[in-house]
């Protein structure tokens, strides 16, 4: 059953307001307090681009972006995050034009089945902003979290490296208010 329903037996469940920007748009809501992030996103808002692997912290398939910060929706509430804004795998490219992780994915063919794809996409993004993966090897140890069972890691951790330049560039434009 979909941790968003109220469950059978129980008569009456109180609703809690969220107020959250998710991709640019502010949304106005009514989650059950047991609703996870991912949940949220997935179920009730039908945003299935984020992916649910493990439901418990163990596979970055559900990595999102909350407050530019990289997270795993799966380990936390939403009503957590009134207030928030939450960039997920459909937020980051703009208009027609990818996100330049996005295009060093598509270039590198750095995905198999793709069901991966989305939080490293998110993870990757948010690592950049972190700051803190200066050689292929602390990339490569910031991007553990995200695991790829067919293993593309190689052409993953190429991708990042090509894109990392113009992401950092990108959030620097962001940081000055010139729009994501
Ligand atoms: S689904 Fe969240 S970490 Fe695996
Ligand atoms: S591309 Fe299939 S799990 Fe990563």
Redesign the pocket.
């Known amino acids: 059953m979909s941790s968003t329903l109220e469950p059978q037996g129980v008569k009456t469940v109180a609703t809690c307001p969220l107020s959250i920007e998710i991709n640019g748009h502010p949304r106005q809501l009514e989650v059950y307090p047991w609703t996870t992030l991912?949940d949220l996103l997935r179920e009730q808002l039908h945003l299935t681009g984020t992916k649910?692997?493990?439901?418990?912290?163990?596979?970055?398939?559900?990595t999102v972006l909350l407050n530019g910060k990289r997270i795993?929706?799966?380990?936390t509430l939403a009503v957590m995050h009134d207030g928030a804004s939450l960039t997920t795998v459909e937020g980051l490219a703009k208009d027609d034009e990818l996100h330049p992780m996005q295009a060093a994915f598509v270039k590198h063919d750095a995905f198999q089945c793709g069901y991966c794809t989305p939080g490293q996409l998110c993870s990757a993004v948010g690592m950049t902003a972190e700051g803190r993966a200066n050689t292929p090897d602390e990339l490569r140890e910031q991007m553990s979290g995200n695991l790829c069972r067919c293993g593309a890691y190689p052409n993953i951790v190429a991708a990042i490296e090509e894109a990392m330049p113009a992401t950092r560039e990108q959030l620097a434009r962001n940081s000055k208010g010139e729009g994501q």
Not at 52 to 62: E, F, I, L, M, V
Not at 72 to 75: A, F
């Open positions: 991912l649910k692997g493990c439901d418990h912290g163990q596979c970055g398939a559900c795993n929706s799966c380990l």
